[in-house]
């Protein structure tokens, strides 16, 4: 049995976790960071690095801990190296690192968002590809023809904002705080999604699977203040007004995320749709998704909520690129960036 220990740092959450490559998880630990960004209403890059050089030891420790097991007892190390926050990536690298030079064992690495798409395997139990992904999260909004665990082809994504990021602008908005994809999801549950017409970008564009939710935060900010009105901060919203708000746009990311899967289910032509991502812990997404496949044949898999938002469980991607030859040296970076689908 080969015990991994997987490092994730891409973003906020400072996460490590012992898996085996019977994907039977020992020990996991994710640091939140909610509470620093928080009065910020997003990630603020140069805070989420200097915590997670703060966390990143305790973290591993924990892990460790948790399955009864001392650094020698670790095979592999993985670390996922792209994309996300570049000070972020940087010290789950080094940890990654240094932890292979020091300990002599193989480092590999993985991509954060195909790592998403694995999620849905570890929680299956069983192989789930080739498969359509869609990977919904704060900074990613894309889909995938995923025709083995280490064969990703990008079919196309979001031209400008993702949906999660869309989610935390129109809570701050709202005045409903942050992370914005529970608080907008916990108000709207009381308001009506047809309240508002709001847009819905390339929803019926069959020759491009892509998303635009610039224009969607646009629209909810004109039927909170309208143009040249006052900011959004210095009006005051009834507890009606906030949730059909709410409501109406949270059902519009639905409606284009639901859509275009569809469109590329039928592109591809395969019959498994799997999601992970944060915003996937969405129940009305999840609900939609289940409603909009139901009858056509194919599989929907969603990760669970635990496995959905950012952990190094996921990281258990490691061991399909181990076992297709995929190890790194030590000349390993950090690669921030993602290339987006040209508008």
Same mark, same amino acid.
Do not use: W
């Given at each position: ?30 640091? $939140?960071?909610?509470?620093?960004? @928080? ?48 000070? $972020? ?34 929680? =299956? ?62 108000? =709207? @549950? ?21 998303? $635009?939710? $610039? ?17 959004? @901060? ?36 395969? =019959? ?33 909520? @635990? ?37």
């Amino acid at each position: 049995m080969m015990r991994l220990l997987t490092i994730e740092t891409t973003c906020d959450e400072t996460a490590a976790a012992i898996v085996t490559d019977e994907l039977q998880v020992l020990g996991a630990v994710v640091a $939140s960071q909610s509470e620093l960004h @928080e009065r910020f209403h997003g990630v603020v890059p140069e805070i989420a690095a200097r915590a997670h050089v703060e966390r990143i030891l305790p973290v591993i420790d924990e892990a460790l801990r948790q399955a009864h097991l001392r650094l020698a007892d670790i095979d592999v190390i993985a670390v996922a190296n792209t994309p996300g926050l570049a000070g $972020s990536l940087l010290v789950g690298v080094v940890a990654a690192k240094t932890l292979s030079l020091a300990l002599g064992k193989p480092l590999v690495a993985v991509n954060h968002l195909h790592a998403h798409i694995y999620a849905c395997r570890i929680a =299956a139990g069983r192989d789930v590809f080739p498969c359509v992904g869609l990977i919904v999260s704060g900074g990613h909004t894309s889909l995938y023809h995923c025709r083995d665990a280490c064969d990703f082809e990008l079919l196309g994504g979001t031209i400008d904002d993702a949906a999660g990021e869309a989610f935390d602008k129109v809570a701050n908005m709202l005045g409903l705080g942050f992370p914005g994809g529970p608080a907008v999801a916990r108000a =709207a @549950e009381q308001g009506d999604p047809r309240a508002y017409r709001f847009p819905r970008s390339f929803l019926h564009d069959q020759d491009r699977l892509a998303f $635009s939710f $610039s224009g969607l935060k646009t629209a909810v900010r004109y039927a909170i203040a309208g143009p040249g009105k006052p900011d959004c @901060e210095r009006l005051e919203l009834n507890e009606r007004q906030v949730a059909d708000l709410a409501a109406s746009f949270q059902q519009a990311v639905v409606d284009c995320l639901v859509a275009k899967s569809l469109q590329a289910l039928e592109r591809t032509g395969l =019959a498994r749709l799997c999601v992970g991502g944060g915003v996937a812990a969405n129940r009305v997404l999840r609900a939609a998704l289940a409603d909009a496949l139901a009858g056509r044949g194919v599989e929907l898999l969603i990760a669970p909520p @635990e496995l959905c938002t950012d952990n190094a469980v996921m990281g258990a991607l490691a061991f399909e690129r181990l076992r297709a030859g995929h190890i790194d040296s030590l000349d390993l970076d950090a690669l921030p960036g993602l290339v987006r689908p040209r508008p």
